[in-house]
């Protein structure tokens, strides 16, 4: 069965940087969309990036644009989330998703989701 392993989550001062990972299990990692979402605390959750088969053609909320990259490495079954420039409102914990045909911002498109990992900025 395909697992999600989430990591890289702490708490950080605001302005830094920090890099998040998930690791899949299975052998079909590369067939799927991915995607990381977030949510706080008394918050619905909300999505954050995608990125497809390839790597090409991610995929942004407009509040992390510009300050949040994703990536993946096939041969790692691993995608990652690099995160800078955070501010106190990127706090939430962070799921990573996996789909096989997803609209990439819709959580209800993608079949398997990690346990989480939690970001914390301090301001």
């Known amino acids: 069965q395909v697992q999600l392993v989430e990591s890289g989550g702490g708490l950080v001062q605001a302005g830094v940087s920090l890099r998040l990972s998930c690791a899949v299990s299975g052998r079909t990692f590369a067939t799927y969309v991915m995607g990381w979402f977030r949510q706080a605390p008394g918050k619905e959750r909300e999505f954050v990036a995608a990125?497809?088969?390839?790597?090409?053609?991610?995929y942004y909320a407009d509040s992390v644009k510009g300050r949040f990259t994703i990536s993946r490495d096939n041969a790692k079954n691993t995608v990652y989330l690099q995160m800078n420039s955070l501010k106190p409102e990127d706090t939430a914990v962070y799921y990573c998703?996996?789909?096989?045909?997803?609209?990439?911002?819709?959580?209800?498109?993608?079949?398997?989701w990690g346990q989480g990992t939690q970001v914390t900025v301090s301001s």
């Open positions: 998703a996996a789909g096989f045909a997803p609209r990439g911002s819709d959580a209800n498109g993608y079949d398997y």
């Open positions: 990125i497809r088969r390839s790597g090409g053609s991610t």
